[in-house]
Every structure is written in C-alpha cells, then in structure tokens.
C-alpha cells in the first residue's frame, strides 16, 4: 500500500519503508513528483536498466548537453519517449522522438 502522504507531500524519506507502486509508470510517475522541480520536462533523470549493464543508461534530454562535454560518454541515439505497454510496464525499446528541422 502506498502511503499517499508521503508522494503528496513530495518527502518520502522520513517513510523509511519501501514505497511498492502497481507499475512502472506509477512508480516513475511519484519519482517525478517528489523531485519538486517546477517545470518536468528539465528534470534531469537517468534510467539505469540494469546493474550489470552499467555502461548502458538512458539520460533525459535535459543531460544531453552535459554528457556532450564528457569524453567518457557516447550518445548512441537520438532522444525517445519511454513507452509503457498496457499493463503499465515500461518497455525495453523507447519510441524515438521526431525532429523538426
């Protein structure tokens, strides 16, 4: 159960608990929101898929100019949108966004 307070008051910390949301989008979704940030398409979010694949993580576009300046990282492909499959679970493979040029 999840404590409503707590993601309503955007400080799950003083909880302690593990908070255990239905899915991956519920459970991104009270992320974004106790990370307080006014305006959600700055916030600076890294997904990191696996700990044994850390080489591999996908960055908010918001991290794209930052990681250019890091010789230690690659950009391998162009910003996508995360994609959640009907039972709310976040896929494997986002959606890339298109750009207008």
């Known amino acids: ?45 890294v997904r990191i898929k696996d700990k044994l694949r850390i080489g591999e993580i996908y960055i908010s576009e918001s991290l794209l100019a930052e990681a250019a300046t890091k010789p230690e990282i690659e950009v391998v492909r162009s910003p996508a949108k995360m994609v959640f499959d009907a039972a709310g679970n976040l896929m494997d493979q986002p959606v890339e966004i298109e750009t207008t040029a």
């Open 1 to 45: 159960m999840v404590d409503a307070n707590c993601l309503t008051s955007t400080v799950a910390s003083p909880r302690r608990l593990r908070i255990i949301l239905e899915d991956d989008r519920d459970a991104i979704f009270a992320a974004m929101k106790t990370c307080t940030a006014l305006d959600l398409s700055k916030a600076r979010v």
